[in-house]
């Protein structure tokens, strides 16, 4: 039984900027736990002898030509921006943490 | 912010052995991004190159750019890497605007390239063998621009958005630690960069305009005490886009670092941002926390499985090396040191070389790059190489050696060349700009001078060569400076004791 804590929970949501409450971390945090503890099963069926995977389907290299596609309009980018500013998006500032 | 003290940079390095690592990030020159058909363009209309897969919006689905994967691999075999037989992607979580996705697709414990080496050479002639742990691939973050007070990210009010960088191919290139570098830790991050730069170009796969911020740099600093073997706690500076800043910011950072742990304080983990106007950095986030990305296995991705024989064709395709081919140039070119470093500084050895082979020798093809077409280019803001070609360079070498263009004139046709008059022979035409050697001319020019000037006369010809200077300068103007001045000075002597 994976143990979760509500002091992990508070982290997960620290990191992905998501403000909750005592109640929402109390809640979350029971059905995080049981989330865990659904996917462990599958720990159960898998023997050493079954390596890790990320994909379903065995394929490799699977690569695109380089050469430009038409994408989106600027007014079709920014038409769902929170808030714009002439062609920009426009977010209130982080202290940096950029990437 | 407060300023911070600084030891003395020789009694720093008395007191401490400073350690280094670089991560240098290289935005590859591909048409398009690292994960969809996105013209990968510096300088387009904000957030014109944008689709739902660079955007992360729902239904947007990543593909791997065919191009991007060759160049990774080309680079990582320049950097004398191994490459992996299998290598896959992997989503890197943060929240932070400068990616609306929330993740940055990069690498993680499958890199695409790994365990390399360079070597560097400093000026002294000393060389440092860098090792190279790791070279990966991954995309570039939309740029983010902070409006407010400073103009920097604290204090800023709000930031604008351009997501077109966002999904741009990039190289990530990280050294193992640096030791032994000493006082010449500075001038070693310089020369890594540089020489990752000078690699890039030569292979063709980055623009590796520093400017524009095609070629990054982190740069990370530690110092450990002298006697001592434990490493000490590093900084990582952030951001670090020129050579001269990566010397200043590491050197910053020794002096800085040692006048802390000197006067008893502790290092904290942290990013730091260089700031180019003051040669100073300021601290950023703690690392410890923020460095929490939660990395998976990219599933809408496959694994990037390189054939044997593809590595081997790319190998094939390296170009030679930028520092045998410097040493061969110097060689065939016979330029002093200092001679050598003006062309490579100036990033003009690709002109002055493709000039020689149009038939200029060095000398001339030297003189003028570094000379007359690098101060035009100064002047206009552009590069000395986009300016003029080889091939009229030689020419206009030509007609001067031919005596056809007095070095004066030649400047004149240069000009002409540069503002798109043709080729120096047809400027020549357009502007009448031929020397005038036709004594005749040349000879009534000096006649009518010398008999404006009666007292100049009788000075030469009292044996005061040197007031003929007055005479040989009125005949220049009245042949509007198209003569050479040799010549006339040869032609007014003569005349004059006639």
Known sequence: MPDISAEQVRHLADLARIDLSDDELTSLTAELAQIVDSVAKVSEVATPDVPATSHPIPMTNVFRDDAVVPGLSVEQALSGAPEREGDFFRVAPILGEEA | ?498
Request: aromatic residues 6%; charged residues 25%.
């Open chain 2, 1 to 498: 912010m407060a300023k911070a003290e600084l030891m003395d940079y020789e009694r720093a390095i008395e007191l401490f052995e400073p350690v280094l690592g670089f991560e240098v990030h290289v935005e590859l020159n591909t048409k398009t991004k690292m994960f969809c058909g996105c013209a990968n363009e510096f300088g387009s209309g904000a957030n014109t190159n944008t689709c739902p897969t660079c955007l992360g919006l729902p239904g947007g689905l990543p593909q791997v750019n065919h191009q991007a994967v060759e160049s990774s691999i080309r680079l990582g075999l320049a950097l004398g890497c191994g490459i992996a037989e299998s290598s896959r992607f992997a989503r890197k979580n943060y929240f932070y605007p400068d990616t609306s996705k929330n993740f940055q697709t990069s690498q993680y414990d499958e890199p695409i390239a790994h365990d390399g080496e360079v070597t560097v050479e400093l000026e002294s002639g000393r060389r440092v063998t860098v090792l190279i742990e790791r070279a990966h691939m991954e995309e570039d973050a939309g740029k983010l621009t902070h409006l407010g007070t400073t103009g920097r990210i604290q204090g800023a009010e709000y930031s604008l958005v351009d997501y077109n960088r966002g999904g741009v191919p990039l190289v990530e290139i990280v050294t193992r630690m640096i030791e032994g570098a000493e006082a010449d830790a500075p001038e070693v991050g310089k020369a890594y960069v540089a020489h990752i730069r000078e690699l890039v170009k030569a292979l063709g796969v980055s623009n590796a305009r520093m400017e524009e911020g095609n070629v990054r740099c982190d740069a990370n600093v530690s110092l450990r005490p002298r006697g001592s073997n434990v490493l000490g706690t590093r900084t990582e500076t952030k951001n670090v886009n020129s050579l001269r800043s990566v010397e200043r910011a590491v050197r910053y950072e020794i002096q800085r670092q040692a006048a802390i742990l000197d006067a008893g304080g502790t290092i904290t983990q942290e990013t730091r941002h260089w700031h180019e106007d003051t040669g100073t950095t300021s601290a950023g986030r703690p690392k410890s926390d923020a460095d929490d990305y939660r990395y998976f296995p990219e599933p809408d991705l496959v694994p990037v499985a390189p054939s044997r024989e593809w590595v081997e064709e790319l190998r094939a395709t390296l170009p030679e090396p930028p520092a045998e081919r410097r040493a061969r140039l110097r060689e065939a070119w016979g330029f002093t040191a200092l001679e050598f470093q003006d062309v490579a500084n100036g990033d003009l050895l690709d002109a002055v070389e493709a000039t020689v082979a149009e038939g200029a020798s060095p000398a001339a093809a030297r003189k003028w790059w570094t000379g007359e077409i690098s101060r035009v280019a100064n002047a206009r803001g552009a590069t000395a190489g986009e300016l003029v070609s080889p091939k009229h360079v030689s020419e206009l070498v030509a007609l001067v050696e031919n005596g056809d263009l007095t070095d004066r004139l030649a400047r004149q046709v240069l000009e002409g060349v540069i503002d798109g008059e043709g080729s120096p022979s047809q400027v020549v035409e357009a502007r009448g700009l031929k020397v005038v050697s036709d004594d005749g001319a040349l000879i009534a020019a000096i006649d009518e001078a010398l008999a404006a000037q009666p007292d100049v006369l009788q000075k030469i010809r009292d044996g005061k060569v040197q007031a003929a200077g007055a005479v040989i300068g009125a005949v220049m103007k009245a042949m509007r400076g198209q003569a050479d001045a040799a010549r006339v000075r040869e032609l007014v002597l003569e005349r004059a004791a006639q």
